[in-house]
Structure formats: structure tokens, C-alpha cells
């Protein structure tokens, strides 16, 4: 809990730096005496006071791994912050991909709709190739989705 408390505390910005690797420290030796939830209770409320920013924390963070290089594993385990960067990021990617595919999906049901209705109107498929702008590698694909 000190490590949280000093990071309630009021210091100064020139500190911060010296504050985050004693903090790490202090968390490295605790890594083996506390459970894992105890040891998630000291990170949350430790970076919740911190407040972390990415290019600080990666500094930091190098600079703790080339004090302690055989820990790398066990440091990795003690950054709340870039666990719930990189998890944001995840999530973030993920929506963009979904919704990236949910349009293109619809651009292919809609086209299949027209390609259907024009056929049953009679259209041949070179015609409706050159009324929606379509490619061949299009209409083929329409073509293999039907059956």
C-alpha cells in the first residue's frame, strides 16, 4: 500500500521517474509473498493514482528490464497500465475489423439481391456486369454464391 499512497501523494514531477521504479521494485519483491488478486489490488491502485502515460511507462519500463533483465517475464506481469492499453487496442482493432467486414458484407448481400432480381427480369450477365459496374471476378463470385 505504500507504493499507492506515494502515489496519492504530492510530488514533485522531477520525481516521478524515481517514484515509478521504486514502485516497480517494491512490487518485484512483493510478486512472490502476496496471491495474485492482493498483487492486482496494489497495481490498480497504484496506477490509478499514477496515471501512466505510454511513452513514460515504456521508458520506465525499459529501464527497469535492463536493472533486472533476468525478470523481464515477471515485470511484464506487473504493468496494469500496458495490459489495459494493449487490451484496449484490441478492442479497438476488433470493432474497426467487425465493421470493416459488417460493410463489406452488406455491399455483397445487397449486391446478390440485384443480381437476382435483374436475372429474374431477364438481364443476361453481361448487362448487369455493365449496369452495376461490376468486374467478371465479380459476377463469378455472385455466380458461385447463388448455388
Do not use: C
Not at 13 to 35: C, E, I, N, S, V
Not at 90 to 95: A, P, Q, R, V
Not at 102 to 125: H, L, N, V, Y
Amino acid at each position: 500500500m505504500a507504493a499507492a499512497l506515494l502515489a496519492k501523494m504530492g510530488y514533485n514531477k522531477k520525481d516521478r521517474h524515481g517514484l515509478r521504479l521504486a514502485y516497480l521494485t517494491m512490487l518485484l519483491r512483493m510478486k512472490g509473498k502476496l496471491d495474485n488478486a492482493r498483487l492486482a489490488l496494489v497495481r490498480s491502485i497504484a496506477d490509478l493514482y499514477y496515471e501512466p502515460d505510454a511513452a513514460e511507462e515504456k521508458s520506465i519500463m525499459q529501464e527497469f528490464m535492463n536493472m533486472h533483465p533476468e525478470e523481464e517475464e515477471t515485470i511484464m506481469e506487473l504493468m496494469p497500465a500496458w495490459e489495459r492499453w494493449g487490451y484496449e487496442r484490441g478492442i479497438k482493432e476488433g470493432i474497426e475489423q467487425g465493421i470493416e467486414q459488417g460493410i463489406e458484407q452488406g455491399k455483397r448481400a445487397i449486391q446478390e439481391t440485384a443480381i437476382g432480381r435483374m436475372r429474374s427480369k431477364g438481364f443476361s450477365d453481361s448487362e448487369i456486369a455493365d449496369l452495376l459496374g461490376l468486374l467478371p471476378e465479380d459476377m463469378a463470385r455472385a455466380n458461385s454464391d447463388a448455388t
